[in-house]
């Protein structure tokens, strides 16, 4: 099993159309690592390498495998 922590927030964009963005860090409990997130798609690579330990050559939760 595995734990992470998610935290998200929304940042205030220093420009013009002064539209804020999405930041965050993912913290894997188990190992200590965490990652600083620009993009909220950055969360599935993060944890991905550790869901794939449970299930080496497994597709992708969420994905089947092709036949």
């Known amino acids: 099993?595995?734990?992470?922590?998610l935290r998200v927030w929304l940042e205030p964009k220093e420009s013009?159309?002064?539209i804020p963005e999405w930041r965050g860090v993912i913290e894997h409990i188990n190992s200590?690592?965490?990652q600083y997130l620009k993009?909220?798609?950055e969360i599935g690579a993060f944890v991905w390498p550790f869901l794939e330990s449970m299930n080496p050559g497994g597709p992708p939760p969420g994905k089947q495998r092709q036949i």
């Open 16 to 18: 013009r159309d002064g």
């Open 32 to 34: 200590g690592k965490n």
């Open 39 to 41: 993009e909220l798609d």
């Open 1 to 5: 099993m595995h734990t992470f922590v």
